[in-house]
């Protein structure tokens, strides 16, 4: 869509994937959609992202105690 007048472009863009690559990319996902349902969580702690996460205060990395802001 363009902005500066009332023309609609439509593209198509065919991605095409080997049967083995769809297969790989399923299994991937069932194991991670697995683990998701059985509330497996790996919590990978990092003093330069954690702060900026928005589940930062219900995560259970959250340590302990005052959050002091400097």
């Known amino acids: 869509v363009y902005l500066s007048h009332d023309t609609v472009e439509k593209l198509v863009e065919v991605v095409e994937l ?3 690559k769809i297969r790989s990319k399923k299994e991937k996902s069932n194991t991670m959609l697995d683990s998701i349902a059985a509330g497996d969580f790996p ?5 330069v992202t954690c702060p900026r996460c928005p589940h930062f205060f219900v995560c259970s990395a ?9």
């Open 18 to 20: 080997k049967s083995n």
């Open 62 to 70: 959250v340590p302990k105690g005052r959050l002091t802001l400097l």
């Open 43 to 47: 919590v990978e702690v990092d003093s």
